[in-house]
């Protein structure tokens, strides 16, 4: 018996030996990497006098620790990369957004400056509220419907709370219609990852609803701008978002049916500039072209500007903002191919600089002056041109997609003025819809294959590639965009704009047309202390007509 | 008449109404929600009915009324060319038959916007008179 006691008791002091000798086991190389890391870091005797060089500033105590007990530890380092990686997205992201939104200032000198002096304010005006219109209907319901199901981002964090996309079910397969989630960005959206990607294309819808402004100027009630842009902030540009970036079905067509990598936009040809100038070509209709603009004979009349100077530097503004808009649109600059941003930069100022070249020279052999507007809507249609391809095409391409868009937009003004007889003050639907579609278009033609954003695009494995480089049905799926533009949202646009015109008038009266919206709409002159010049005969007469 | 104070109570309605819709489709699942949606949607169509009430009082424009029958057309004819480019990525899986079925689509349409439409806008523009 008492032997027996004694075998269990050496028994018990061996097993509490081992489970203690356990408990202390020996530290691996890295936690005693780390200790001797966190040893020879400066300490804060040597922080005290100062740090000129930086060499002493950002070290492993830099790096918090979960434990202070046991000290730094590997997943300590390991969570912060992670951090790290996510705040450098966050934060390239958010610039380039606030450097979109500076945009509006831009298209407000272009638009204005291309007006009368007589609708400066009111023009300026429809600029600037356009931004709060459309930020606010975002918020309430645009937001959802266009990301609400766009979880999976791994750039931003992961988007984990943006899992609600409304699907239906056709031919055997799933298409995404619209999301849900992120109304009011609240409940699970009051997330950090959600507030920046709201950010983002949050100014990016409003691009869109601002291009709108331009074809109808001159002669667009104030309120019913108003009424109009909120429902396109809330409905019309939200639903392509969604089907091209958001989820949705455009984004689907290489999982569900084999067309390429689905439908690419890398910052928005089509989702932003095709959108807005297809409504603009919709509301235009509808609206009628200013007074004196078309003859009986239907010959067009130039209607001049009033300050050049705004139109120039506007168009500066807009080109500095697209360094936002494109190298923006990698959502991070850090892994997933983000270090692409530099070529995105470059793709994006070579299109524009060659968008200028084609229309300068375009005006200036075929014409005889080098007209400043439409170098500037040279600049502005390059742009808009390189937007969907500018994250996948090297810098041949671009600059060739750069200079097609200049001369196109020469071709492309003349036809919607004297073939399709609507009048468009700004060149809105030219720069923009015209220019858009060709973005979308030369995606699928000049997609070089070379990018790689995480090994996959709109998950289907591989790189997005053109005709040119070997993939056609790329081209397919682009051109079911644009037919998907062209059909659906012009459609919807034009529906929602003609029963606005039903219901509250679009257009202004013809005395406050022929007066100047400043103040019949406004209540007060754009420029109050200036002696304004007689307009041209051709617009008096006109204007005498319409009042007779 | 111009911006006048109806106009801005009018619209001053209607982002009420439409703020309040929203809100009751974010939270349509509680009473609250319910009742939010009902009370927004009857405060946008007050604001509209207002809006077309005071519409008359703005004056004569620079705009005569167009055929809605020929705009409907173009409109039916711009969905007809989408359809059709849906229809033959589904009908055929060569990328070639896909690319003529999207060619072919897409001509219907701009056929639409660029030609029907903007025909029919323009039938008694006032440039015309």
Redesign the interface.
């Known amino acids: 018996m008492k032997f027996t006691r004694h075998i269990v008791s050496m028994c018990a002091l061996a097993a509490c030996l081992a489970f203690g000798a356990t408990a202390y086991a020996a530290p691996s190389e890295a936690t005693t990497e780390l200790q001797q890391g966190v040893a020879k870091a400066p300490a804060v005797a040597d922080l005290q006098k100062g740090d000129p060089g930086g060499t002493l500033t950002g070290t492993i105590n830099d790096v918090p620790v979960s434990d202070a007990k046991s000290g730094l530890s590997l997943t300590d380092v390991a969570n912060q990369v992670g951090q790290n990686k996510i705040g450098i997205n966050f934060t390239w992201t958010l610039i380039c957004g606030f450097l979109v939104m500076f945009m509006q200032a831009g298209f407000a000198m272009v638009e204005s400056g291309l007006c009368r002096v007589k609708n400066s304010n009111h023009t300026y005006m429809m600029n600037f509220m356009v931004y709060a219109c459309g930020l606010f209907a975002y918020w309430l319901i645009g937001f959802a419907i266009q990301m609400g199901g766009a979880a999976g981002n791994g750039n931003l964090g992961g988007l984990q709370p943006l899992v609600g996309e409304h699907t239906l079910s056709l031919f055997g397969r799933t298409w995404g219609l619209f999301g849900q989630n992120g109304m009011f960005l609240t409940g699970h959206n009051y997330d950090v990852g959600v507030m920046v990607i709201f950010l983002f294309q949050m100014v990016f819808m409003d691009t869109a609803l601002t291009i709108v402004t331009g074809a109808c100027a001159e002669r667009w009630k104030f309120a019913t701008f108003f009424v109009s842009s909120v429902l396109m902030g809330a409905f019309t540009y939200p639903l392509f978002g969604n089907w091209a970036w958001g989820g949705g079905w455009l984004a689907q067509l290489g999982t569900n049916v084999g067309l390429g990598k689905g439908y690419c936009d890398f910052a928005g040809s089509g989702v932003v500039h095709s959108v807005g100038g297809l409504s603009a070509l919709a509301c235009a209709l509808i609206i009628g072209p200013r007074i004196g603009k078309f003859n009986r004979d239907g010959s067009s009349n130039p209607i001049i500007g009033h300050d050049v100077s705004a139109v120039m530097i506007g168009c500066f503004i807009l080109a500095f903002g697209w360094f936002g808009f494109n190298p923006g649109s990698t959502l991070g600059a850090s892994a997933a191919g983000c270090l692409r941003i530099g070529s995105v930069a470059v793709n994006t100022m070579l299109a524009g600089c060659t968008g200028t070249f084609g229309a300068i020279l375009y005006m200036w052999a075929l014409k005889g002056k080098p007209d400043a507007s439409m170098s500037g809507n040279g600049l502005l249609a390059g742009l808009v041109a390189i937007t969907a391809p500018s994250g996948f095409v090297n810098s041949v391409g671009s600059a060739i997609i750069g200079f097609v868009a200049g001369i196109l937009v020469c071709l492309s003004v003349a036809f919607v003025e004297n073939y399709m007889k609507v009048d468009d003050p700004v060149g809105a639907i030219s720069v923009h819809g015209a220019n858009g579609i060709w973005g979308v278009i030369s995606v699928g033609l000049f997609a070089d294959g070379k990018s790689n954003y995480g090994g996959s695009w709109n998950g289907v494995t591989g790189s997005v590639t053109g005709l040119f480089y070997g993939d056609a049905s790329q081209l397919v799926a682009q051109l079911v965009g644009v037919a998907t533009l062209v059909a659906v949202i012009f459609t919807i646009t034009f529906v929602i704009n003609w029963i606005l015109d039903i219901l509250l008038g679009q257009r202004v009266s013809i005395a406050s047309e022929v007066e100047g919206l400043d103040i019949p709409e406004m209540g007060q002159l754009g420029y109050p202390e200036f002696v304004f010049k007689p307009e041209p005969e051709v617009l008096i007469a006109a204007n005498q007509a319409a009042v007779a | 008449?111009?911006?006048n104070k109806t106009?801005?109570q009018?619209?001053t309605i209607?982002?009420v109404g439409?703020?309040a819709a929203?809100?009751g489709?974010?939270y349509i699942t509680s009473g609250l929600g319910k009742t939010a949606l009902i009370v927004g949607v009857v405060l946008l169509a007050l604001s509209?009915w207002k809006?077309?009430s005071i519409?008359s009082l703005?004056?004569?424009?620079?705009?005569k009324s167009q055929p809605a029958i020929s705009?409907l057309a173009g409109?039916a004819v711009?969905?007809i060319?989408?359809l059709v480019?849906?229809l033959g990525?589904?009908l055929t899986?060569s990328?070639?038959g896909?690319?003529v079925a999207?060619?072919l689509?897409?001509a219907i349409?701009?056929a639409s916007?660029?030609l029907i439409?903007?025909t029919a806008?323009?039938k008694n523009?006032?440039?015309?008179?």
């Open positions: 008449m111009a911006a106009q801005g009018q619209v209607f982002m439409i703020t929203c809100a489709l974010a509209f809006f077309y519409k703005e004056g004569k424009i620079a705009l705009k409109l711009n969905i060319g989408w480019v849906l990525i589904h899986p990328v070639g896909r690319m999207a060619i689509g897409l349409s701009f916007i660029i439409l903007p806008c323009n523009a006032i440039w015309k008179a």
